[in-house]
C-alpha cells in the first residue's frame, strides 16, 4: 500500500495563477483533509471530506475549493493563487468514525511558492 | 473558538534525559488527543494518542497525561535519543468531532 500520496511535491506559481493539487489513498477511508503548514502556527484545516461527493470548510476556507468526486482521491484547488497562500499544504485521511482508530494518516506534503 | 495552548515551542536535552512538553485545551468536549513527530522536510506522524475516558497511556520511552479536568495533557519522553530530536504537536478533537485541532509545535533537540 503506498498510503497517502500528493501530487506534486513542489511548486512555483506566480500570483493571480491557479492549479490543483491532488491527494490520493488506497486505504479505503472515509475522511480526508487538507491543511496548511506554516510556521509557528501548527496545522490548520482547510477543506475536509466525510465520504465520497461531500466537502465542507475547515478553519481557513478562503481562496481554496475542494473536491471529492471518488472515494479515494481530494483535490485542493487554487482559484487565483496569491503570496499569502505560499505554505507547506499536507493532506490526511482516517478511516470511518466508531472504529479501532481515530489516527489521521498525513501525506508526504506540497510546497507552494506564491511569487 | 476552540484552541490548543502547547508548551514549550522549544527544548533542548541532553541524550538520555527526559523531556515533557505541555498542552492545553479549550473545549470540554474534546474527546480524542494524539501526539504526532515531525522529522525535518517530513510528514506527521502519529506516536501514541489518548482517548478522554484514560488518564494516562504509555508505550516504551513515551507516555501522555491526561488531565481532563484541567483540560490539559503532557507527552513525556524518557531516556532521550539523538533521533528522538524532530518538531512534536499535540492536537484536540474538536468536540466529539472527526476534525482536529494542533498545537503550534514544541521543537526538541537531544545533544549526544
Known amino acids: 500500500n503506498a498510503g497517502v500520496t500528493q501530487t506534486p511535491k513542489f511548486r512555483v506559481l506566480k500570483t493571480g495563477q491557479s492549479m490543483t493539487l491532488l491527494c490520493a489513498q488506497d486505504?479505503?477511508?472515509?475522511?480526508m483533509y487538507w491543511y496548511r503548514q506554516d510556521p509557528g502556527m501548527g496545522l490548520r484545516l482547510i477543506h475536509y471530506?466525510?465520504?465520497?461527493?461531500?466537502?465542507a470548510k475547515g478553519e481557513v476556507p478562503d481562496g481554496y475549493n475542494v473536491s471529492r468526486l471518488k472515494k479515494q482521491n481530494f483535490l485542493l484547488g487554487l482559484e487565483s493563487a496569491a503570496p499569502s497562500q505560499t505554505s507547506v499544504y499536507f493532506c490526511a485521511s482516517k478511516p470511518l468514525a466508531g472504529g479501532w482508530t481515530d489516527t489521521q494518516y498525513f501525506g508526504p506534503g506540497t510546497r507552494l511558492t506564491v511569487l | 473558538g476552540e484552541n490548543v495552548e502547547q508548551h514549550p515551542s522549544t527544548l533542548s536535552v541532553q541524550e538520555g534525559d527526559s523531556a515533557v512538553i505541555k498542552c492545553t485545551y479549550s473545549?470540554?468536549?474534546?474527546?480524542?488527543f494524539p501526539w504526532y513527530k515531525q522529522e525535518l522536510g517530513k510528514r506527521p506522524q502519529l506516536i501514541i494518542d489518548?482517548?478522554?475516558?484514560?488518564g494516562e497511556k504509555k508505550d516504551q520511552r513515551i507516555a501522555v497525561t491526561l488531565n481532563k479536568t484541567a483540560k490539559h495533557f503532557s507527552l513525556h519522553i524518557t531516556e532521550t535519543q539523538p533521533e528522538d530530536s524532530a518538531v512534536y504537536f499535540c492536537a484536540a478533537s474538536k468536540g466529539n468531532t472527526d476534525k482536529l485541532i494542533f498545537g503550534t509545535g514544541t521543537r526538541l533537540q537531544v545533544f549526544p
Open positions: 489518548i482517548r478522554s475516558n484514560v
Open positions: 486505504m479505503n477511508h472515509e475522511y
Open positions: 473545549d470540554s468536549a474534546s474527546n480524542y
Open positions: 471530506s466525510v465520504g465520497e461527493g461531500t466537502t
